[in-house]
């Protein structure tokens, strides 16, 4: 996931960050890149917090869709439940249509 791929890019700025540098000469011309390294670790944080936030978001998402398609299933059996007690009352004559229709529902 782009997430993943952020936090890899991003520990290896880090990791790029805590490199000494040095000048032609071999001598040691690093700057203090504390506030920088905090900086990219908050970025980070940040970033992993909403990760898990979408992931819940999905995850309550995702059962809601099941408990919609699970009440779509009641709603369809109560239908046939109704459609062949009045079958058998004579209600609806043998010859009629074999069950009820219901309405699709598609999820995507």
Request: proline share 4%; hydrophobic share 40%; net charge positive.
């Amino acid at each position: 996931m782009a997430a993943e791929q952020t936090l890899n890019e991003g520990q290896s700025l880090l990791d790029q960050l805590a490199l000494p540098v040095k000048n032609a000469f071999g001598k040691d011309v690093s700057h203090d890149n504390k506030a920088r390294i905090e900086h990219v670790q908050r970025l980070m944080g940040d970033l992993q917090e909403r990760k898990l936030r979408c992931d819940e978001l999905a995850d309550v998402r995702k059962l809601k869709l099941q408990q919609i398609l699970q009440m779509l299933t009641c709603e369809r059996d109560a239908e046939q439940v109704v459609f062949f007690f009045l079958r058998k009352v004579g209600v609806i004559p043998k010859e009629g249509r074999a069950r009820p229709r219901t309405p699709v529902l598609l999820l995507v």
